[in-house]
């Protein structure tokens, strides 16, 4: 009897044993089991910067010609003769921009004048009407005195979008007009006159 008895004991132990054994293992078998995820993917950011592109009569320069009669070399004039050339000035980049003329420009026998405006425009804003004159830049054709001479040149003079406001948006278009005229009071033969213009835009 006292065989029996200690054999069931030590099997007892063994069996309490590999119950602690199993229950250990299910506790394990619970924390490393499956999980739930979710996952969001952000839009990937390309960064480009804007473009500032001014263009005249489609072109970038330098020596950009006049449209017209008024060619880069103009010969032959005699007193009261007039010559014109348009130039269509546009923003053709991405950003706004403010746009200016500087002119400079030579006549020793003081026998020129030329008369620039605004003729026509395109885009979001324009004047009522036309022609669009600028301080200092004449105010007509068929006189003398109508005209700016020359020599009279004009630095970062603002060419604006419509009156008050000089932004100039993508896509806006200016058409412009040059006349020059050898002054009828011009006694000097074969004189001679250069005129520059220059348009600037900035950001």
């Known amino acids: 009897m006292k065989a029996t008895a200690i054999l069931t004991t030590k099997l007892g132990r063994v069996l309490l044993s590999a119950l602690a054994v199993g229950a250990v293992a299910s506790v394990g078998v619970m924390t490393t089991g499956a999980t739930f995820t979710d996952q969001v993917t ?13 263009k005249a009569n489609a072109g970038d320069g330098p020596n ?23 130039v269509q000035v546009t923003n053709s980049g991405t950003l706004p921009f403010t746009a200016s003329l500087t002119t400079t420009g030579t006549d020793a026998s003081a026998c020129y004048v ?6 026509s425009a395109t885009g979001a804003t324009k ?7 600028f301080t200092g830049m004449g105010t007509a054709i068929g006189a003398d005195g ?7 040149g004009v630095t970062a003079l603002a060419l604006p979008d419509n009156g008050a406001d ?5 896509d806006d278009v200016k058409n412009y007009t040059l006349t020059v005229r050898m002054k009828t009071s011009c006694a ?16």
């Open 64 to 86: 950009q010609a006049w449209a017209g009669t008024l060619a880069a070399a103009v010969t032959g004039m005699k007193p009261g003769d007039e010559q014109s050339g348009t």
């Open 166 to 170: 000089l932004i100039w948006e993508t």
């Open 146 to 152: 109508t005209g700016a001479a020359f020599t009279a």
């Open 42 to 54: 952000m839009a990937t950011v390309s960064v480009t910067g804007g473009s500032l592109d001014l």
């Open 188 to 203: 000097t033969n074969a004189a001679a006159g250069t005129l520059n213009y220059t348009i600037n835009a900035t950001q």
């Open 127 to 133: 004047a009522a009407t036309f022609p669009v004159n």
């Open 114 to 119: 030329s008369y620039f405006r605004e003729t």
